[in-house]
């Protein structure tokens, strides 16, 4: 076999080698002609003209993220550290898009450069809007607020931000220590005025209880001074229908009422004796005294006697 058949047959291998590419599944490649854009191709196993076309790039398709660090200014003028996620991809598999990938940056070094500042100055922006007191309560307006921001901008790059994870908002040391301190006399503020509310239901409970305990017993107090002047009532009235029982029934026997008194005026010297406890009693305990007494109770009916 001649040099020239040999050459000839090496070439012509060589031109099959390269006419296939091989593209890895999550990436596409951009080829050229002589420098211009010519197409793109897909997954998998492509043909292309040895010598002539050339894969200019190879993108890939995937979600990539990125972690940022930087610091925004609050309107109160408080420092604001920021620790970001990003997550972006490319807008999607079309030609527009991938031509936009492959072309709008020199390198992927000019890209990351532009989507760090893009993002961190979307952000500055929104926090020099706010007070240092409500950053921390802003976080999922802040993400809102740069993805509406970035959205139209990362597609004419040829790019989508899928999401925006703010881990960590952190203030200066100085801020945090006044910050800490403003919580803690707020929650002691707080301590005191749920001690003071629960001392002021405990002393208004116990009054309120010493109030109707002194309201029931003023009432057990009346029904029991009612319920003895009834008693009394219903004695005096029982002893005298026993009085006039006892004088009417001498009277139809003809004899002297004076006995009736006589018997309770020994009665109640009885009562006296039993029950005095020591106490000294002075009592007439003559004839006449008791003549004298006898007289004074006979009187009393004789008054109570209508005329006749």
Known sequence: MSIFAIVLFSLI?????????IVPQGTVAVVTVFGKYRRVMGPGLNFKIPFIEAVYKRISIQNRSLELNFQAITIDQANVNFKAMLVYAAFD???????NVAFKFVDEQSLM????RTVEG?????VATQRQAAVLSLRSEIVLHVKDQLDSTLEGWGYHLIDLQLNDIAFDEEIMRSMAKVVASNNLKAAAENEGQALLITKTKAAEAEGNAIKIAAEAEKIAAQLRGQGVALFRTEVTKGMA?????LADNHLDASLVYFSMWTEAIKHFAEQGQGNVIFLDGSNEGMSKNLEQMMALQQLHRPLK
């Open 113 to 116: 450069q532009a989507l760090v």
């Open 13 to 21: 291998v060589i031109a099959l080698l390269l006419s296939f590419v």
């Open 93 to 99: 598999q079309s030609e527009e898009a991938i031509k």
């Open 122 to 126: 979307s952000i500055r922006a929104f």
């Open 245 to 249: 029982a006892a004088v009417q029934e």
